[in-house]
Nanobody, 111 residues
Framework: QVQLVESGGGLVQPGGSLRLSCTAS????????VHWYRRPSGKEREFVAI???????MYSDSVKGRFTISRDNARSSAYLQMNNLKPEDTAVYYC?????WGQGTLVTVSY
């Protein structure tokens, strides 16, 4: 049974930082690209970042230069370092590998 578990969300002030983690089980993590998506309240889910099998990365324009995706295949884990957070980054953040999704972790950027 494949599971993806996100953690690291929380409340942070604008300009602050958070690091999200995603740990996979039941899947050969190193064999697949890993994505981060987010769903702001009342809006559609949107792409945030991807780390490919060869460790290439790509970001949405809205987070480029502020967020960094990384992966540790030995730990079957992926990370999203989020710096200079803005209120518009407030959303539930999801990890995705193939057709599998985590339960999400809430990030709230507010004073």
């Amino acid at each position: 049974q494949v599971q993806l578990v996100e953690s690291g969300g929380g409340l942070v002030q604008p300009g602050g930082s958070l690091r999200l983690s995603c740990t996979a089980s039941g899947i050969t993590f190193s064999a697949y690209a890993v994505h981060w998506y987010r769903r702001p309240s009342g809006k559609e889910r949107e792409f945030v970042a991807i780390s490919t099998v060869s460790n290439q990365t790509m970001y949405s324009d809205s987070v480029k230069g502020r967020f960094t995706i990384s992966r540790d295949n030995a730990r079957s884990s992926a990370y999203l370092q989020m710096n200079n957070l803005k209120p518009e980054d407030t959303a539930v953040y999801y990890c995705n590998v193939q057709q599998y999704w985590g339960q999400g972790t809430l990030v709230t950027v507010s004073y």
